[in-house]
Structures are given as C-alpha cells and as structure tokens.
C-alpha cells in the first residue's frame, strides 16, 4: 500500500532564509503528487501538484517542488520565506488508478517563521 | 464556482444531542468526502461518495451517518458523540483524480 513520509514535524527557519520541507512515497508507479497547506483555524488548500511532464512545479506564492522518481521525493522549496508562510505543509499522494481519487497523507510538517 | 462551503463553522454539542453538518458544492463534482482532523494530525478520511452513492466507509462508528441527498450536497448527521469525536470535520469534492477542493471546515467541540 501507498505511504507518504514527512519526516521533519517542525522546520523552525528565520525570515527571508530559504526552506526546505521533505516528502517521501512509497511508490513511484502511477501516482500524482500534492503539496496542502494549512494556516491556523482554516482549511486545507492546494498549494501545487505534479500531474505529468515537467517535474518541477511552481505556486503563485513563491513555492516550487520537484518529483524525483528515483528517490521517491516530492520536496517542497522556497527560496526566501516571510513570516505569512507559518502554517503546516500536507504532502499527499494519490494512485491515479483509483476510481474515488483518495488522497494518501503525510503527516505534516509546521514550517515556523522565526523573525 | 471553484467553492466547497461548510455549516456551521463551529458546533459545540452535548453526548445526547443530534446535529447536522452540511456541505455543498456547485462544481458538478461526482465525489464527495468528509475527512475528521485531530490537531496537528493529516485529515483521516471517514466517507467517500461517488455519484450520490456511498463507494467508502473507513469504519466509521455509526454515531456518524453520512447522507447525500444530492449531487450538490453532503451531510454528517451526528448522534450520541464521545468528547473524543472533538475535531475540525472536513468537506472534500472531487471530478477526478487531479485535485480535492476542500471546505473550511466545522470545528466540533463535544461536551
């Protein structure tokens, strides 16, 4: 069965300091990969996905992450961070062959903005 | 409409009430999810509907009961809740396999 790995629970990091939140799956075969955020008392949002062909995908905020095949990583980066991006980052994977699109979940990690 | 909305966003309710929560969504997604979430803990998923029929019950105490009266609609009714059933409950619609739009939430406390 799929797993997702985040194996840091906390990045504390200084602002403006680059970032770096790691993601490991089990399983390279037939997957789409996501990056969620969650900002205190709010839902989850859809920070970026890897569907098919460039593995490195860009969010409007700044975020990129890569997919790495080999390694099995989906490691969310970004270069310089401001304190608005406190908030707990959901790595999550989903088997594109399953028919109720379910979403498989890391199990977070608190990106801390120190200022 | 790229919207998931959920009531209420917040419900406090005794071990012997009943309430409902409710979420709608105007995407014409075909699956619909409710998800609980612990602090600090990744959504755990509790229901899975595909075109208004319940495809996936992660073994879910039946003090939850899910409905789906419509494509637009989901409902969690609530009965006879533990103070561990205290959570931020979390609506999901889907079309495919590509993305999950999420509510807000309603954040339950039990007493």
Redesign the interface.
Known sequence: AQSVTQLDSQVPVFEEAPVELRCNYSSSVSV?L?W?VQYPN?????LL?Y?SGSTLVESINGFEAEFNKSQTSFHLRKPSVHISDTA?Y?CAV???M??????I????T?LIIKP | DTEVTQTPKHLVMGMTNKKSLKCEQHMGHR?MYWYKQKA????E?MF?Y?YEKL??NESVPSRFSPECPNSSLLNLHLHALQPEDSA?Y?C?S?Q??????????TRLTVT
């Open positions: 789409y996501f969620y709010q839902g989850l949002q859809l996905k569907l707990e959901f989903s088997d594109r399953d028919s109720n699109y379910q979403l979940w890391g199990a977070g608190k | 699956a600090k803990k990744p959504p998923l899975v595909s495809s996936i931020l979390l999901a889907s495919e396999s590509t993305k999950q739009y999420f509510g807000p939430g």
